[in-house]
């Protein structure tokens, strides 16, 4: 009986340990989308513009989250490329 009660106490704290990396893991997740992207990993949409301007990086990130529709984006887009 004590060698079920052992495997029992295991798989318990196997199952905590996982709900554990699963609950780090969704917070450090989501954490990451708050802050911008390094300078040397930004691309742009065409090559040979550079680096996207802050405005640019808003648009997306408001397009991103949601915020404005695909329509609304490409034209402010475009706006913004003048």
């Known amino acids: 009986m004590s060698y079920v009660m052992a ?3 295991i798989l318990i704290m196997v199952a905590l340990g996982a709900l554990l990396v699963g609950a780090v893991t969704t917070v450090s997740g989501s954490a990451r989308f708050d802050h911008p992207r390094p300078a ?3 691309h742009s949409a065409a090559p040979g513009h550079g680096v ?3 405005a640019e990086e808003e ?3 408001r397009y991103a989250r949601g915020e ?3 329509e609304e984006f490409l034209q402010r887009k ?3 490329e003048r």
């Open 40 to 42: 040397w990993r930004q």
């Open 59 to 61: 648009l997306r990130l």
């Open 7 to 9: 495997m029992a106490v």
């Open 52 to 54: 996207p301007d802050a």
């Open 68 to 70: 404005i529709g695909r």
């Open 78 to 80: 475009i706006d913004l």
